[in-house]
T-cell receptor, first 113, second 113 residues
Framework: QQPVQSPQAVILREGEDAVINCSSS?????VHWYRQKHGEAPVFLMI?????EQKGHDKISASFNEKKQQSSLYLTASQLSYSGTYFC??????????????FGKGTLLTVNP | DSGVTQTPKHLITATGQRVTLRCSPR?????VYWYQQSLDQGLQFLIQ???????AKGNILERFSAQQFPDLHSELNLSSLELGDSALYFC????????????FGPGTRLLVL
């Protein structure tokens, strides 16, 4: 039930783009994206609900492909501040244990000058 | 600052002991979640409360218990502690508890010696 994230790690130079993928074997209601810096709490980036919408703010956006049960996080023109571990979390739907948010293992993103 | 507070920030204790972690949600949020984060297990959902009632249970051990009080603060009780319980414990809150942003507290770092 744990979503699978890829890649596990990526190293970029400032200004480069990256895509992080999150896949589930189960039908999803929502996908959440968080960024966590070492020793700090996860920080919310965005949430995508069933319906295949795409969201974004600043140079970070995400999409949700309902047919493939896959979400992708797009980071464009990366900045040093983008460094951290990116987690996707998935909700299966309403009711019972489906309420729980299950996180992937994370993608470590390093942006170098 | 997410508005979620957790105490204590750090806790060092011995095997076999019992500890209580406390969480105050953001003002107005009715739902509280507890997560455990360790190097080998990643970020794992433990339990969720909504307005005082348990809503969803994740990978929470029988030695662990939680509750949400009428003023909406929550406590996570960990008993018969083992070395493997050493981890970061995060509390998060959200308005209603489904398909929405979860705001994470700064976490409590537990070290069991």
């Amino acid at each position: 039930q744990q979503p699978v994230q890829s890649p596990q790690a990526v190293i970029l130079r400032e200004g480069e783009d990256a895509v992080i993928n999150c896949s589930s074997s189960k039908a999803l209601y929502s996908v959440h994206w968080y960024r966590q810096k070492h020793g700090e709490a996860p920080v919310f980036l965005m949430i995508l609900l069933k319906g295949g919408e795409q969201k974004g703010h600043d140079k970070i956006s995400a999409s949700f492909n309902e047919k493939k049960q896959q979400s992708s996080l797009y980071l464009t023109a990366s900045q040093l501040s983008y460094s951290g571990t990116y987690f996707c979390g998935t909700e299966l739907g309403s009711g019972g244990s489906n309420y729980k948010l299950t996180f992937g293992k994370g993608t470590l993103l390093t942006v170098n000058p | 600052d997410s508005g979620v507070t957790q105490t204590p920030k750090h806790l060092i204790t011995a095997t076999g002991q019992r500890v209580t972690l406390r969480c105050s949600p953001r003002s107005g949020d009715l739902s509280v979640y507890w997560y455990q984060q360790s190097l080998d297990q990643g970020l794992q959902f433990l339990i969720q409360y909504y307005n005082g009632e348990e809503r969803a249970k994740g990978n929470i051990l029988e030695r662990f218990s939680a509750q949400q009080f009428p003023d909406l603060h929550s406590e996570l009780n960990l008993s018969s502690l083992e070395l493997g319980d050493s981890a970061l414990y995060f509390c998060a809150s959200s308005a209603t508890g489904f398909g929405e942003t979860q705001y994470f507290g700064p976490g409590t770092r537990l070290l069991v010696l």
